[in-house]
């Protein structure tokens, strides 16, 4: 969502946009063909904060540097009617190819994940009153966006807000080009859905999320490559 992690000044002169997947990385649409594939167990390979990372419309990721994953935080906001914010994002080239997203991105320096995920909400939507609820999710995902490859270790944190004014002025020059709007969409309206939404499968794991609560343990979801 530019060359960033290499201090927040430089990621605020070109700080990028949220990828394919918006929320990540890419998922499909409802109807869609099936990317996703049976989550493997092993280790993660991270990227030392400071590599050279762009930040993209979903999420962070590594340019360059093969097997290495980008550590992202991710935002599961929900308003006092149980309503979630995800941003509009697309292909700088190609703005019919759409996806809907969570807000969050890849960690800076030597922040913590729950640092980097209300910083990301911040600059991502302007809303900075919430309270930061446990990790609900955790997601491997690859793709490509803006003519790189993308790989990602992804958690999902849960957050309320009682603000639903969003504020877009922070966005980076990237993200204005990728990312064409935000907007609360309430479970129903997700589960019918026919665009692209990520993670795959997010309107099953909000109703689940809103019938039982929090997990007791985060969810390891489906990885994703694409």
Request: negative net charge; charged residues 30%.
């Amino acid at each position: 969502m530019g060359e960033r992690e290499r201090g927040t000044e430089a990621r605020r002169r070109e700080r990028g946009a949220g990828a394919p997947g918006g929320v990540g990385g890419p998922a499909v649409a409802a109807g869609g063909p099936a990317v996703a594939e049976a989550t493997a167990g092993g280790g993660v390979v991270e990227t030392p904060e400071g590599a050279g990372v762009s930040k993209v419309p979903g999420g962070s990721g590594v340019d360059g540097e093969a097997g290495a994953v980008r550590r992202v935080s991710r935002v599961v906001l929900l308003d006092p009617d149980d309503r979630i914010l995800l941003l509009h994002g697309h292909e700088p080239a190609r703005p019919a190819e759409t996806w809907w997203f969570t807000p969050g991105g890849g960690l800076e320096g030597t922040e913590t994940r729950e640092q980097a995920a209300l910083r990301e909400l911040a600059e991502e939507t302007g809303i900075t009153e919430v309270t930061l609820g446990p990790v609900l999710w955790k997601r491997r995902c690859a793709f490509p966006f803006d003519g790189r490859r993308w790989e990602q270790d992804e958690w999902y944190y849960l957050a309320r807000t009682d603000r639903t004014a969003t504020d877009t002025t922070g966005h980076t020059d990237l993200e204005r080009r990728s990312v064409s709007g935000l907007r609360w969409w309430t479970s129903e309206e997700l589960s019918v859905a026919h665009e692209t939404v990520y993670p795959t499968r997010l309107a099953e794991l909000l109703r689940t999320l809103l019938d039982e609560g929090p997990p007791s343990a985060p969810v390891l979801l489906e990885t994703e490559r694409v």
